[in-house]
């Protein structure tokens, strides 16, 4: 995106995921700067768009929570999700998210698309009591109307007779008549032309297609994992002329098997009992602002060398109140680093393959810190890593039949820390119950012989 600003050149180049800023001076320096005013909508909205959504993976990844959202804690065994995705331009000439949740109401339909109009959300106080839904900002359709050339909306709710469609504009507003036709009920949105506002982010993200591909089904691969209660469907098509789709490849991931198995019918892992299943619990005392339980579900694996069977590929999902993390940023990298450190203090390999799933109280955490919602910030933290490493060795010692003498501790806890410890266990399937005093005893014991 380009603009002419008197004798200067502003050129935004946008390298994902930083918007680098480069200045030209022509000619004159020196000479007065132009005045302060206010951008064009059109201008800003882009601008605000295209640093908020910086791919077709972003944008996948909204549309994916909004699906999520519609089908709500619905159990129902046949809730599902498809994706699909024009494969030879990742996504940028198509992209299409269809489910089958509660649909939009026909009062809601006119504004669904305009900016910070949501369901999900009444008041601050409800964002500082936490949020459980995935989405709640109310801004994403609007900044994807904005980057597409071509937006179109399905809907169906129980009080519909048909399937509504229609046309949004880059303003987010409907536009033309809707039309009408039988079908299922949910939410089908589909897009075209993304980013062609945009010359050189289009340029940029058709270059990078390979690896953007890669990218969503690993994002979609993520939720699937976390969502056992949903199936994800992924389906490669065509675009072409005139706005016909052409089916191509579809995958299914199962959802009626376990995490464990998921992960090993997705990496081609045939030897059995590598990853051990379970859950662990602990309390993060944050002094004067009080306490907190968290609870951690987890798939690990056993990382001696004669455990490790051939894989296709490392998988890492973090996940915390069923929120995927990305492991670059803060949160998820510091959950990265605990559980190598842990690893390697008990002569451990490093894990290429594992699941974890956090419960914190959503009054304790606060998920609005950065445009993907990928990244946390909660309370005594410092802590809570501590409290989680602590428990991970615990559990890696038992999924391995170790005990704390063939462990390397960088930082020996204090006697103070190992007598808070006393009646903490931790839980782990296949493996009983062990708790610190139990490893001092066996300790003690070794001792005297």
Same mark, same amino acid.
């Given at each position: 995106m380009c603009c002419l600003l008197t004798d200067s050149l !502003? +050129?935004?180049?946008?390298?994902?995921?930083? !918007?680098? !800023? !480069?200045?030209?001076? @022509?000619?004159? &320096?020196? &000479?007065?700067?132009? /005045? %302060?005013?206010? +951008?064009? &909508? #059109?201008? #800003? /909205? @882009? %601008?605000? #768009?295209t640093s908020s959504l910086q791919s077709q993976t972003a944008? +996948? &990844?909204? +549309? %994916?929570?909004?699906? %999520?959202? /519609?089908?709500g804690s619905n159990n129902n065994a046949n809730s599902h999700i498809l994706v699909e995705i024009d494969k030879d331009s990742a996504g940028l000439e198509y992209l299409a998210v269809t489910d089958n949740g509660i649909g939009v109401r026909k009062s809601d339909r006119n504004i669904m698309c305009l900016n910070y109009t949501t369901s999900k959300l009444r008041s601050l106080d409800e964002l500082t009591n936490g949020v459980s839904t995935c989405g709640f900002r109310g801004e994403a359709l609007n900044l994807i109307s904005r980057l597409s050339k071509l937006m179109t909306i399905s809907t169906k709710t129980s009080e519909d007779k048909t399937v509504e469609t229609w046309v949004v504009n880059n303003s987010g507003l409907p536009v033309g008549t809707p039309k009408h036709a039988s079908g299922l009920g949910g939410t089908t949105i589909k897009l075209s032309g993304l980013f062609k506002s945009t010359p050189v982010r289009h340029k940029f993200l058709t270059e990078r297609k390979h690896k953007l591909i890669k990218e969503m089904e690993a994002l979609l691969i993520t939720y699937a994992l976390v969502y056992r209660n949903i199936r994800f469907q992924l389906r490669y098509v065509k675009s072409l002329p005139k706005g016909k789709i052409l089916n191509g490849d579809t995958k299914t991931f199962n959802n009626k098997i376990t995490q464990s198995q998921f992960i090993c019918e997705l990496l081609d892992i045939r030897k059995k009992g590598w990853f051990e299943t379970g859950h662990m619990s602990f309390t993060v005392d944050n002094g004067l602002a009080g306490s907190y339980s968290v609870e951690v579900e987890f798939v690990l694996p056993k990382m001696r060398a004669q455990d490790v069977p051939s894989y296709k590929h490392g998988l890492k999902v973090l996940s915390v109140n069923n929120r995927p993390m990305n492991l670059s940023l803060s949160f998820g990298k510091n959950i990265v680093n605990k559980i190598n450190e842990a690893y390697a203090e008990n002569i451990l390999l490093a894990p290429p393959v594992w699941y974890l799933a956090m419960r914190i109280p959503t009054d304790r955490i606060d998920v609005n810190i950065e445009p993907e919602k990928s990244d946390i910030i909660t309370a005594g933290e410092t802590i809570l890593l501590t409290r989680f490493k602590s428990d991970l060795c615990r559990t890696l010692q038992a999924m391995h039949g170790l005990d704390e003498t063939q462990s390397v501790v960088e930082s020996h806890p204090s006697r103070k820390e190992n007598e808070a410890d006393t009646s903490h266990t931790v839980k782990s399937s296949n493996v009983p119950p062990i708790s610190l005093s139990e490893l001092e005893e066996r300790l003690m014991s070794d001792d005297e012989s």
């Open positions: !502003l +050129l935004f180049v946008d390298i994902y995921p930083r !918007l680098q !800023l !480069l200045i030209i001076d @022509t000619e004159h &320096k020196g &000479k007065a700067e132009m /005045a %302060i005013q206010r +951008l064009p &909508k #059109s201008v #800003s /909205a @882009t %601008i605000v #768009s944008i +996948l &990844k909204e +549309l %994916i929570e909004n699906a %999520i959202d /519609a089908i």
